[in-house]
């Protein structure tokens, strides 16, 4: 115990001398004395250990190693931002000679960088045009949460990137493709011989088994040493009582169907006039048909002895008859009303709305012939799907879309159209039918989908179908089989080239649906700012490169002089803009709500509200060409939906903000616009009257919030910005370290909105075409590609020449005694704007859907005839 306590423990450095001459110091525990080292024992020195060690310095070339890496991070970041300014958020470069760290240090706090490791905010704003931050909240990192729905968006984004590619080109059949031809080519033989029931064609992908038969079938003749034929073996031993139809089976085969009734067909001479109506206006936009193809089909009288075919045509009627709403011959017959009290109010009625029955006669005919619950689908069946919901969408029950398109795309699936290796071997011009006919189909899920904000049906990873031959009709076949299905050089763009890229803007409309309008947890809005930049500024950038790679004759020209490509350009657009406001209408800020939201940080509502006047804008130049050279309906019913879109995010934009007069003058202009948009709809689509009476209704100008003065609303903003950017650096100085946005004040606001207008003018300048402004006519030039920078309250307002040049939008009363003063401050209540925010998201049909389902007199739900269309589930 004595030695164990005597011991001391040795002290691990040398001495102050010994250290000063950097020899041995063996330390005091073994010299004689217990305090010094035998050198400082030898020459009787004090032996201390007060002097702190030095310590080493870094390696050498530590630090030209660390400015290298700093050097390649700071080219790298520079190259993925290259209009970010990163000297504003990590101080300016670093001169070796002129260095001074008390002067550098006085600098950052200039540029408000606050001391390592805190972080200065990032402004989104000055990350990327159009979309900025001023939540507290936000934090310049991006979350795991975010990264992973960026990667599954770019990942659903895929086959967009795909198509938009410069390089993109029709891809080649390879041998994987061919081999897959040949397995159900095998399939469907197979089951012929067999004797299989199910022997006409049906598709089977690889989780049906089918290439695992194969490879079985294959070890079999090689363990055999001979070639075994998988289907003679099966015919040998099976049980034909299980392989033969049943009887009861066979009866019902064709129940349900019924002979065309011919006292229905349309005259000679009527029935041409149909057929160029509806590939005039219907086929121009959805383009299902070939026209050629059908006309020759017709004049050869196939409707005669083709049950599919005939239905075709009579679709193809009740979709023309809209167009001859005022030919008698098309009306509904008042011998075949329901009732005498119905045909009495058909005859007194003084609104003349029996023109709205123009078509339902061959919609009866085409419900009559039936439809077998036990026949494989085909390509006129998966026709008349599309025809059905073109027809529908006009009607009470445009809801029903979403369920017909559905059906459609899966009986699409049943016949493998969705597989280019299904059709590798088909006839040229079947594949091109077929090829339509799923495409359209797809183009009116997406449409449904987000007008009723319900799940696709289909995903873009679930086929790998090419897009349409970008040919015009008569190009298909040619007395040059090397010709054949080629547009000739100097044509110009074919009918078919607005709808392939309206095809490249559904991708992104599927996108949207599978994020940001999913009911998936994994999907749900973030509360973090970035994590939603993220996905926002995704789909923006796809948006982007879509509107790049238009083709300069496809882009929106209000001059254009071609009626059919103006036509589909302005359609084109139309869906442009509104797939915009899809995308940032789930994060417009709901103003009246007390607690401040994250979606305040990005401007979508500005986004959506240039989206919505850029679409007045297109409508105002329909309407003119259309009463310019008398063609009716100058408007799509396809436009419906955007008009009513633009209109609620507009009305949003009024009881939401304060508007100077200009501002609010701009915005009712845009509003009577699509109100005169709506009623020209209406003249041929009954269910677009509905989005009328609710614009009546919701543009009274009596209930606006009252407008500011000019100067005071200036002012007034630079007060309030003032005072959040007080409130938000005594919150970011005691959160400490904790990042907090950046709050602004008005001399720095004033020069980042300038640096971003500068930024954005260069990034318009290298996007888009110059365009000029055009001269000499009454319609309008205004920009359909909008950019994501503060609306100018300045700016002149968009000219109008319904509203200006002939007063034909419908104004709302007024009353004069309405005067705001100033000390009214009146808000718009919470109900009413959480109801338009609802309508901005819903389509007003669907408020009348519970009163359909349940056999509303409206809609005549409770007659067979409709189970038959749409199915006994649905009610």
Known sequence: M?????????????????????????????????????????????????????????????????????????????????????????????????????TYHDLLDTLEIPPYPSQKPIVIDDLRPGLSASDPSVTPLSSESSANSLSNLKRILTRFYKAVS???????????????????????????????????WRYHGTASGIQFITHLQELRSRAASRRMDFISCVNRVKRQRFWEVPEWELAIASEGLSPLDLSSWPEKGLDQQLIDAYFDHVNLHLPLLNRKVFQEQYNSCKWKNHHGFARVCLLLFANGARYLDDDPRVIWPLDQCASESGRDTIINDPYDLRRYSAGWRYVRSYLRMGQSIVQGPNLFELQGRILTCQFVAGTAIPHFIWIVAGYGLRSAQELGIHMRATLLHADPTERELCSRAFWCLYHIDRISCSAIGRTLAIQD???????????????????????????????????????????????????ALQTIHTHSKGWLKSKDITANYAVLAELDSALNNWEKQVPQALKWNPQQSDTRLFKQCALLYCRYHYVRMLIHKPFVPIQYKAKKQHSDALPSLRICVEAARSL?????????????????PSVDVEMALPMWDAATILLVDIFSSKQTASERETALMCLRCCQQTSAVLEGTWRQVAKYSDFLVSLMDESIMPPIVDESRAGSEKRTRQDDDSGRSKKRAWRAGSEPIMNPRGENEESNLQSRSQSRMNTLVSQQEPTRTPFVGTDI????????????????????????????????????????????????????MYDWL??????????????????????????????????GDTVF
């Open 166 to 200: 410069l390089d993109a080109q029709r891809e080649s059949d390879t041998e994987e493709t061919e081999m897959e031809a040949r397995t159900q080519l095998s399939v469907a033989e197979s089951m012929k011989r067999m004797g299989a029931r199910d022997h006409h």
């Open 461 to 511: 990873y679930d086929f790998d179908l090419q897009y349409p031959a970008d040919v015009d009709d008569e190009y298909w076949s040619t007395e040059d089989r090397e010709k054949d299905f080629q547009q000739p050089i100097g044509k110009g763009p074919s009918i078919l080239a607005t709808f392939i890229e309206t095809l490249k803007l559904d991708h992104i409309v599927g996108a």
């Open 616 to 632: 007045a804008s297109i409508f105002d130049a329909c309407l003119v060409r259309g009463r310019r050279e008398q063609y009716q």
């Open 780 to 831: 309008p030039f205004v920009s359909s590609t909008p950019t994501h920078d503060i609306p100018n309250p300045n700016m002149q307002l968009p000219s109008f020449p319904y509203s200006q040049a002939r007063g034909e939008y419908p104004s709302q009363p007024s009353p004069a005694a309405f005067v705001p003063s100033t000390q009214d401050t009146f808000q718009p209540s919470d109900i």
């Open 2 to 102: 004595a030695t164990d306590i005597n011991k001391k423990r040795k002290i691990q450095r040398a001495c102050d001398i010994c250290r000063k001459k950097k020899i041995k110091c063996d330390g005091p525990m073994n010299s004689l004395s217990s305090h010094k080292c035998a050198y400082c024992t030898e020459r009787d020195l004090e032996c201390t250990y007060i002097e702190e060690a030095q310590r080493r310095g870094p390696p050498k070339g530590y630090l030209e190693t660390v400015e290298q890496r700093c050097g390649r991070l700071e080219k790298l970041l520079q190259e993925l931002h290259p209009d970010f300014n990163f000297d504003s958020y990590v101080g300016p470069p670093i001169d070796r000679q002129t260095f001074d760290l008390v």
């Open 837 to 870: 925010m609802n309508m901005a998201s819903a389509a007003p049909q669907t408020l009348s859907m519970s009163s359909m389902a349940l056999g509303g007199a409206e809609g005549g739900i409770d007659d067979p005839i409709w189970a038959q269309l749409f």
